[in-house]
């Protein structure tokens, strides 16, 4: 009896939902933070190689929701407290605070309307601090960086990393905001196509995330990055197959109206035959009157710059050989 009472209770308090009572909400869409990208509840990451701007993008990102503005990369937001926190375990407050005037100089926000986006630098016990704050004061959304700092376990037990995610799914389930981690992808996966089964930690953190976005530098134009969304739930396969062309200068992204393939952006196998045809192209279109922009459109770059160090370098190239010879 007292059994039949335990369970009885568990479902009064509100953990057991019937088919019925879902219907009748009549949901027709999956709640957006970021239309139609960032889903408002749950877990999503952001993975990638070193240095390829990951922690710009999440602050960026997180400044956005933070100081209540309407759109993201173009994307609409749709923030109900207009608040974000964002969890750093690599920079200081020092570091972070000449990061966010870098920021600024593009946004050009007053401080004193920055008050929504919050720091925490301090991660102990990161779970009860990140419950006792969205308790006292609700966010859109809570930013992690960096996952490998926090995760203690070993990186190859999935059942480790589940239940280390899982924790953090119900929390944000509890606190109905967006848990957005970042992460990093394996040594040299950037020279294959973008794929889910990049990350490290595999299936075991692929499989709890909802939506994972590998951002990746371009093969030959250093001004571009690449948002390639590899997994996602709530989003058709017209997300999924190529990439969001970015710009990034200055700790900013902006994006453009260009998309890739995700199988153009792996490394060609024959790189350097590759990109001597594309010299050998440019150097015909040049001679044809073409504008080094006009070039750039048509080799499929997005700045002329990046023509410009393609003609120099291979010029130079012939140079030394001529020289030598």
């Given at each position: 009896?007292?059994?039949?009472?335990?369970?009885?209770?568990?479902?009064d308090?509100?953990?057991?939902?019937?088919?019925?009572?879902?219907?009748?909400?009549?949901?027709?869409?999956?709640?957006?933070?970021?239309?139609?990208?960032?889903?408002?509840?749950?877990?999503?990451?952001?993975?990638?190689?070193?240095?390829?701007?990951?922690?710009?993008?999440?602050?960026?990102?997180?400044?956005?929701?933070?100081?209540?503005?309407?759109?993201?990369?173009?994307?609409?937001?749709?923030?109900?407290?207009?608040?974000?926190?964002?969890?750093?375990?690599?920079?200081?407050?020092?570091?972070?605070?000449?990061?966010?005037?870098?920021?600024?100089?593009?946004?050009?926000?007053?401080?004193?309307?920055?008050?929504?986006?919050?720091?925490?630098?301090?991660?102990?016990?990161?779970?009860?601090?990140?419950?006792?704050?969205?308790?006292?004061?609700?966010?859109?959304?809570v930013?992690?960086?960096?996952f490998?700092?926090?995760?203690?376990?070993?990186?190859?037990?999935?059942?480790?990393?589940?239940?280390?995610?899982?924790?953090?799914?119900?929390?944000?389930?509890?606190?109905?905001?967006?848990?957005?981690w970042?992460?990093?992808?394996?040594?040299?996966?950037?020279?294959?196509?973008?794929?889910k089964?990049?990350?490290?930690?595999?299936?075991?953190?692929?499989?709890?995330?909802?939506?994972?976005?590998?951002?990746?530098?371009?093969?030959?134009?250093?001004?571009?990055?690449?948002?390639?969304?590899?997994?996602?739930?709530?989003l058709?396969?017209?997300?999924?197959?190529?990439?969001?062309?970015?710009?990034?200068?200055?700790?900013?992204?902006?994006?453009?109206?260009?998309?890739?393939?995700?199988?153009?952006?792996?490394?060609?196998?024959?790189?350097?035959?590759?990109?001597?045809?594309?010299?050998?192209?440019?150097?015909?279109?040049?001679?044809?009157?073409?504008t080094?922009?006009?070039?750039?459109?048509?080799?499929?770059?997005?700045?002329?710059?990046?023509?410009?160090?393609?003609?120099?370098?291979?010029?130079?190239?012939?140079?030394?050989?001529?020289?030598v010879?």
């Amino acid at each position: 009896m007292e059994e039949q009472n335990k369970f009885t209770s568990s479902a009064d308090n509100g953990r057991e939902i019937t088919a019925e009572d879902l219907l009748n909400r009549k949901v027709e869409s999956i709640p957006c933070l970021i239309e139609p990208i960032f889903q408002a509840v749950g877990l999503a990451a952001v993975a990638g190689s070193s240095d390829v701007g990951k922690s710009a993008f999440l602050r960026q990102l997180a400044w956005a929701v933070g100081t209540g503005q309407q759109s993201f990369l173009g994307w609409k937001i749709h923030s109900r407290h207009q608040s974000a926190i964002y969890v750093s375990t690599e920079d200081d407050e020092n570091a972070t605070s000449w990061l966010l005037n870098k920021l600024n100089k593009s946004q050009r926000q007053n401080p004193a309307d920055c008050r929504g986006l919050r720091f925490i630098f301090d991660t102990s016990e990161l779970l009860k601090e990140l419950d006792r704050r969205l308790t006292a004061k609700p966010a859109d959304l809570v930013v992690i960086d960096a996952f490998g700092d926090l995760y203690t376990g070993d990186a190859n037990k999935s059942n480790q990393i589940r239940q280390f995610l899982h924790d953090f799914s119900q929390l944000a389930q509890n606190h109905k905001c967006l848990i957005l981690w970042l992460h990093h992808t394996g040594k040299r996966t950037d020279e294959e196509a973008p794929s889910k089964h990049h990350v490290i930690g595999g299936q075991g953190f692929e499989g709890k995330v909802r939506l994972l976005i590998e951002l990746r530098r371009d093969h030959y134009d250093t001004g571009i990055r690449h948002l390639c969304i590899t997994k996602g739930n709530y989003l058709s396969d017209d997300f999924k197959n190529e990439s969001f062309v970015l710009r990034f200068e200055n700790f900013h992204f902006e994006r453009t109206d260009q998309r890739v393939p995700f199988e153009e952006l792996a490394r060609p196998k024959n790189e350097k035959e590759d990109d001597r045809a594309k010299y050998e192209r440019a150097v015909q279109l040049q001679s044809e009157g073409y504008t080094l922009q006009g070039i750039a459109d048509a080799l499929g770059y997005t700045h002329k710059g990046a023509v410009s160090k393609l003609l120099k370098r291979h010029r130079s190239e012939e140079s030394k050989e001529n020289d030598v010879s």
